[in-house]
T-cell receptor
Framework: EDKVVQSPLSLVVHEGDTVTLNCSYE??????LLWYKQEKKAPTFLFML????IEKKSGRLSSILDKKELFSILNITATQTGDSAVYLC????????????????FGKGTKLSVKP | DTGVSQDPRHKITKRGQNVTFRCDPI?????LYWYRQTLGQGPEFLTY????????KSRLLSDRFSAERPKGSFSTLEIQRTEQGDSAMYLC??????????????FGPGTRLTVL
């Protein structure tokens, strides 16, 4: 059965700390891995990763994928209270191998709390 | 606001009643997705449309659930004979078609269903 596992499930840090969030996966048909940030509403897109070893960066956030070991990490440096959210990892694995686009399998998320 | 919209935002119903949710995707997006999210879990894929065609359905989508996208624009998700276990946030997302490559899904604010 396809699955995505995130760790830790929750994390409490102080402003200025650096955090690393983990995502491991086991899927039959891997297309890409995505990170989303979810506050009290809908998930918002952060990164999409398809190739191993290529770091994606956006401000204080960065992410990298290891397709051999089947995991990804999301780093946040110099955390701020506004980074408090649930960070979701998802793997795109189409149900139909012919190229249809439907299926994202999400992990349970890591709840990050940044204290002032 | 040109994002994905969902209606209603909240729905409280009694067990056994039927409910219908609506999703209006971003206007130029021809792909539309439905997910369900319960507390402490990541979103779970339910179904996916490309234009008016329903191309993928998860095993989670029981016979009591039906989704339509009759004109390839807005979509409805109906749950018949609701059960308490149907209580969840129902998320809709849309994405443009860019060849066969995966592209970002934009999420709506969700409809929170409570079944009493």
């Amino acid at each position: 059965e396809d699955k995505v596992v995130q760790s830790p499930l929750s994390l409490v840090v102080h402003e200025g700390d650096t955090v690393t969030l983990n995502c491991s996966y086991e899927v039959t048909n891997f297309r890409s891995l995505l990170w989303y940030k979810q506050e009290k509403k809908a998930p918002t897109f952060l990164f999409m990763l398809t190739s191993s070893g290529i770091e994606k960066k956006s401000g204080r956030l960065s992410s990298i994928l290891d397709k051999k070991e089947l995991f990804s990490i999301l780093n946040i440096t110099a955390t701020q209270t506004g980074d408090s959210a649930v960070y979701l990892c998802a793997v795109h694995t189409p149900l139909n191998y012919g190229g249809s686009q439907g299926n994202l399998i999400f992990g349970k998320g890591t709840k990050l709390s940044v204290k002032p | 606001d040109t994002g994905v919209s969902q209606d209603p935002r909240h729905k409280i119903t009694k067990r056994g009643q039927n409910v219908t949710f609506r999703c209006d995707p971003i206007s130029e997006h021809n792909r539309l997705y439905w997910y369900r999210q319960t507390l402490g879990q990541g979103p779970e894929f339910l179904t996916y449309f490309q234009n008016e065609a329903q191309l993928e359905k998860s095993r989670l989508l029981s016979d009591r659930f039906s989704a339509e996208r009759p004109k390839g624009s807005f979509s409805t998700l109906e749950i018949q004979r609701t059960e308490q276990g149907d209580s969840a946030m129902y998320l809709c997302a849309s994405s443009p078609r860019l060849g066969l490559a995966y592209n970002e899904q934009f999420f709506g604010p969700g409809t929170r269903l409570t079944v009493l």
